[in-house]
Structure formats: structure tokens, C-alpha cells
């Protein structure tokens, strides 16, 4: 069984492409402190590789990416710094 994860800050992104989608991310976790979860909204594709990478690159924990819809994705991201 998956542990729940509580979620302190929603971004919904739909609409937007790289690389707006990490970017505005990166600028909400900036506003957050460290071990907050923020959860991300996405409906591009190529964003559901590309944002956890880059999260990743700058040191913080991508907790999941999901597919929750057929062209709908939900990346969870842990603030580490």
C-alpha cells in the first residue's frame, strides 16, 4: 500500500510547455520551505520527464510522477533546499 502523502502546495500548470513547466515550478518551490511537498499539474508530455529531471539536477526529491488521466500528469516533488 502506498504511503499518503501530504501535499502543502498545489501548482496547476496545464497549458503550459517546457520550459515554462519547470521553471514555474522551480519559482513555487522557492517559496517553500524545506520539506514541504508541492504537487504539480501537468498536460504535456514531454514535461512529465523533463520537470523531474530537472528537479533532480537542482537537488530536490521527485517523490512520484503519476498518470492520473489520458493526458493529465501529477509530478510530487519534496523540497530539500
Request: hydrophobic fraction near 40%; glycine fraction near 4%; charged fraction near 35%.
Amino acid at each position: 500500500m502506498q504511503e499518503r502523502i501530504r501535499v502543502d502546495r498545489e501548482l496547476d500548470i496545464r497549458g503550459e510547455v517546457c520550459p515554462f513547466t519547470f521553471v514555474k515550478s522551480k519559482l513555487a518551490l522557492e517559496n517553500m520551505k524545506v520539506g514541504e511537498v508541492l504537487r504539480v499539474l501537468i498536460d504535456y508530455e514531454p514535461s512529465a520527464k523533463n520537470v523531474p529531471r530537472s528537479m533532480e539536477d537542482e537537488g530536490q526529491e521527485v517523490v512520484a510522477v503519476n498518470r492520473i488521466g489520458d493526458n493529465l500528469w501529477e509530478i510530487i516533488i519534496r523540497k530539500r533546499k
